[in-house]
């Protein structure tokens, strides 16, 4: 019993140091709101730079195939923590760009990447017979694309989109590395006043579980509700 007391005393002083002295709570609330900001501006950045590279790389044209297929490359095979710093540190180093507009850029080129191959092997899935079709009733590539192959594609690309958001929301843990206060960033802030070497990262660690099952949920949700639609 005593034990268990000494537990319950050393929890509760660990959440009032941690979380509600001083309001030490806002650094988290803080840090959760520029991280999903994050997330939700860099994956429209990075769905519109897919699409675009996607049809790039599904295109006749050698010039752009061959620049986006590059782009592809170089991306997937750099950590996003480098591109981060290079697009900060040296690509807008000399623009007044705040530094949240700057980090959304960054990893919504990075996704941008993911989500072109995931946007190409969708659209690839479609049977060719769509497009021929489209195509013989008088219909141009462009308007094949946006009324017959895209809307089919999206059922194949939605469950990979989904975890691309996913993994993007936990990539924003790195947002730190250029001075935004974000959700680590929050729990360092804590940490390094109240010299806790695991319960802000406890804290963090729930809120981006609890944000991820959220997430999920919504993803199952809407696929369910596009499988109704067959």
Request: aromatic residues 10%; glycine residues 8%.
């Amino acid at each position: 019993m005593d034990v268990f007391l000494r537990i319950i005393a050393k929890l509760s002083d660990e959440i009032y140091f941690n979380l509600i002295r001083e309001n030490r709570y806002m650094h988290f609330v803080k840090g959760l709101g520029v991280s999903l900001q994050l997330t939700f501006f860099a994956a429209l950045i990075g769905g519109v730079i897919g699409l675009f590279v996607a049809l790039a790389r599904l295109t006749n044209n050698k010039v752009l195939n061959a620049v986006a297929s590059k782009y592809v490359d170089i991306i997937r095979g750099t950590p996003v923590v480098v591109q981060l710093l290079i697009i900060y540190f040296a690509v807008f180093a000399s623009t007044e760009l705040p530094r949240t507009t700057v980090a959304s850029i960054a990893f919504g080129i990075n996704s941008g990447a993911y989500v072109a191959e995931l946007i190409r092997a969708g659209i690839q899935a479609v049977d060719k017979g769509q497009m021929e079709a489209a195509r013989s009733l008088g219909l141009s590539y462009a308007q094949s694309m946006y009324h017959i192959i895209i809307p089919q594609a999206i059922k194949n690309i939605l469950p990979g989109m989904g975890n691309e958001v996913i993994s993007l929301w936990k990539e924003t843990a790195i947002a730190g590395f250029i001075g935004l206060e974000d959700l680590m960033r929050g729990a360092e802030i804590v940490r390094g006043r109240t010299f806790s070497n695991y319960t802000p990262y406890l804290v963090i660690a729930l809120i981006y579980f609890y944000i991820t099952v959220m997430m999920t949920a919504m993803l199952g949700k809407m696929e369910r509700r596009m499988r109704k639609s067959d």
